[in-house]
């Protein structure tokens, strides 16, 4: 600890107490041994902490004066333990988006009979923080005092002075000429001029690069806290950003004809799902042996997305986003919640994903214009998140919701890495897998085998949640029509390609399974609908139509809205399909080039 040990003749209890106390905090990371979670860059974590407390007591001279700091820590100690012990990881920006965000009438439904409990930690931890407080103010034994205080204060600033200069010029060697001219500038890059100056300075030189990593601060406790909620702040600035620019946003839709018959319209988006993995569209495997049984499913063979990533994709599925602009930030306009809202709907966003992090927010920009959000999943993507059957409750709340007209979201986890964590042990059919192997290195091209297995389960397993969705909504006798879409398929080292996953320029990852269900008694009160939806079964989709089909599938109009783009609607017409390989390319004008069956746009013939 910072304080001269000369200062203590015998350590006192209020000391001991004191100190034991701050380590037991300082030691919260360390956790995760004792779970058989190894604790990342372990050395730089303890050196943060180290250097935090001694910044901290440097500064304030006594506990007196800045235990009042830590009581977020003290309060946040039993959730950050829960977090740990259940899901493997912290308190993170989409936890705290969760608790933000949860009413204390939710909070008490979810914790039921343990609320009790709940408080009774909470008053423990409550009654230690004030006990260390108490024996901080009464004693003056840990005062930092002496010259060796003001040595550190000014090692503490000539270091801040460091990492500002760093920030803002970085550090490290400046970009050789021969880089791409294209390249955006990344703070810490040797770049000059990141951020707010814009002086031409030279970064700092290699060896005076900061000896540790962001992320380890963020992992530190307890003033690592500080450094998720500013995360926090940013994600939340973030959004309220890009919901200002559709703030005043309106369609004007209505439900021409609006009756009080009971209507259930929902849309099911999946994850990470690759077309060709169906057997509902002829894959070898029976990966869909509920769906295929299921009557009234109208099979969508040749859909493509724009782009093969979640936070890109699913907005131009929700929303008037064109493809070509789905790489921008933000967008001027609101979902198809909204219309759905407009037409006297009430509307749910059921979440198995989750809520923030750079790959989440844009997504759930759209989710909040719902008027009812649920993000379910603590455990994020690893192998501690829940299945996407946790997503039936929230949806049996919903459908036994007084309201007649009603539109709900689920948005699934699906076939997220890791494949074998999506699905419990009864799924795991074709082996052998992955399944019960703990981070398996996904960049080994020899586990393709135990990939691919697992990967096919997941869709199994998709199969049967989707066929228990169609249960709970034909049982309720009403008319109900469901559409399913995927946001992005998955490259699996097919042949002899040696790329996985998504987030590069395959077919694989552009064709997306899709289909749609319909109750008879949707049949019966849109048959013209459902006629046109037989008619366009086979026809050349893109993830842009499904903003148009899902308002036409609740008849929801509204001025200037494009049937055309509408495959229930006898005035569809195709239009151009753009994906983002190599720049926008016409999908139906591109060759596919070897095994990773990669999309390249045909060169234009020359006129003569």
Not at 99 to 110: K, N
């Amino acid at each position: 600890m910072p304080p001269l040990l000369q200062n203590l003749r015998w350590p006192r209890p209020a000391h001991l107490f004191i100190l034991l106390s701050y380590l037991a905090l300082s030691l919260v990371p360390w956790i995760r041994i004792l779970l058989d979670n190894p604790v990342r860059d372990g050395w730089q974590i303890l050196g943060i902490e180290i250097a935090a407390w001694t910044a901290v007591w440097a500064v304030f001279k006594r506990p007196a004066y800045f235990h009042w700091l830590l009581i977020p820590a003290f309060m946040a100690l039993p959730t950050e333990i829960y977090l740990l012990a259940f899901y493997g990881q912290g308190i993170s920006t989409h936890h705290l988006g969760i608790l933000a965000e949860t009413s204390p009438v939710e909070a008490l439904e979810f914790l039921g009979g343990t609320v009790w409990t709940m408080l009774a930690v909470m008053a423990g931890v409550a009654a230690w923080w004030v006990m260390t407080f108490r024996a901080a103010r009464q004693t003056r034994g840990l005062d930092w005092q002496g010259a060796s205080r003001w040595v550190a204060l000014a090692l503490l600033g000539g270091f801040a002075l460091l990492a500002a200069y760093a920030w803002e010029f970085g550090a490290g060697k400046i970009p050789s000429s021969s880089a791409s001219a294209s390249a955006p500038a990344q703070a810490g890059d040797g770049s000059r001029g990141a951020h707010a100056t814009g002086w031409p300075l030279p970064p700092l030189p290699q060896w005076a690069r900061p000896p540790v990593h962001f992320k380890s601060f963020i992992d530190s406790w307890p003033f690592g806290l500080a450094a998720r909620g500013i995360d926090f702040y940013r994600e939340r600035r973030y959004l309220a950003q890009l919901n200002e620019t559709s703030r005043h946003f309106r369609f004007g839709a209505d439900q021409p004809g609006a009756d009080d018959v009971p209507e259930t319209i929902v849309l099911v988006i999946g994850e990470s799902s690759r077309q060709d993995r169906w057997s509902l569209f002829g894959y070898g495997r029976e990966t869909n042996p509920l769906l295929a049984r299921e009557a009234n499913l109208v099979p969508l063979p040749d859909v493509i997305t724009a782009v093969s990533a979640t936070r890109l994709s699913v907005p131009v599925i929700i929303s008037r986003k064109p493809a070509r602009q789905s790489l921008k930030d933000g967008f001027s306009e609101k979902s198809f919640i909204t219309a759905y809202k407009e037409a006297g709907f009430r509307t749910w966003w059921l979440s198995n994903q989750i809520s923030f992090g750079k790959f989440d927010t844009p997504v759930s920009v759209f989710a909040r214009e719902a008027d009812v959000v649920q993000f379910t999943n603590l455990g994020g993507f690893s192998d501690k998140s829940t299945l996407d059957e946790v997503l039936f409750e929230p949806l049996r709340v919903a459908m036994a919701d007084r309201t007649p007209k009603k539109l709900i979201v689920l948005h699934t986890l699906g076939s997220h890495w890791n494949y074998s964590q999506r699905h419990p042990q009864s799924f795991d059919r074709w082996q052998p897998s992955l399944f019960g192997i703990d981070k398996p290195v996904y960049t080994d091209i020899a586990i393709k085998p135990r990939l691919n297995n697992s990967y096919d389960n997941t869709i199994l397993y998709t199969d049967w949640f989707l066929a228990q969705v169609l249960d709970r909504l034909e049982s309720a006798r009403q008319p109900a029509a469901l559409l399913y879409v995927a946001d992005h398929g998955q490259t699996l080292y097919d042949g002899a390609c040696r790329i996985a996953f998504h987030g590069h320029n395959t077919q694989y990852e552009f064709r997306v399974p899709a289909f749609m269900w319909y109750s008879e008694q949707y049949g019966d009160r849109y048959p013209d609908k459902v006629r046109q939806l037989h008619r366009h079964r086979k026809a050349k989709l893109a993830t842009e139509n499904m903003f148009h089909t899902l308002l036409d599938m609740a008849d929801i109009r509204y001025p200037a809205d494009r049937l055309e783009w509408s495959f229930l609607s006898p005035t569809f017409k195709r239009h151009t399909r753009w994906v983002d390989s190599y720049g926008w390319t016409d999908y139906d004008n591109a060759t596919l080039k070897g095994d990773c069956r990669e999309v390249i746009a045909k060169k234009p013939k020359k006129r003569r």
